[in-house]
């Protein structure tokens, strides 16, 4: 007893999570490749995630599986990214990714890594297309929320480097 916690160990990582336009599987697979080619140690996580979807008026609870990959050694040790997808209405697909960033990344290079990440997806991950959008809801919060979170974390959303396949 009268021990006290230093700050440090309060808060060891910190958790984003940005809604994207990609698959999950997409998401897992560039960290991967990123993680490869830079000698981290990692393994594949397989979860499952309560998510929300509305039907008129009346919210129904389902189960969602979440994909992840958790980095084990590197400089990137304790990072970790898990990617779901779900329907928040009646048609169309909404996917999130989550990461978790250990203290030790924060910072540019969290910024550098994160920016390599999204520049190697197949497509822009914060860019739906307009039929994506009026699919799954023209309006919706989660299409600005994804420019904001990643120009938050000082990624430039109008300078996206990747192969861009879908406007």
Known sequence: MGESL????????????????IAPT???RALRLLGE???W??????????????A?????????????????????????????SYTPGS??????????????LEGEKWGSLLREWSDSLPRCPWKWSFGERSMIGYFLPEFRRSRVL???????????RGDESVA
């Open 91 to 104: 048609a169309g697909r909404l996917s999130t990714a989550s990461f978790e960033i250990p203290r030790q």
């Open 150 to 160: 990643f120009r938050g974390e000082r990624v430039d959303v109008d300078d996206w």
């Open 41 to 54: 140690s990692m393994h594949r996580i397989e979860e499952s995630r309560m998510v929300h979807r509305w």
């Open 6 to 21: 230093d700050d440090e160990s309060m808060a060891s990582s910190r958790l984003l999570e940005i809604p994207v336009s």
């Open 37 to 39: 080619s830079r000698g």
């Open 56 to 84: 008129i008026v009346t919210p129904i609870s389902r189960q969602a599986r979440v994909l992840g990959l958790v980095v084990d050694g590197g400089e990137a040790a304790g990072l970790s990214i898990r990617s779901w």
């Open 26 to 28: 997409d998401a897992v």
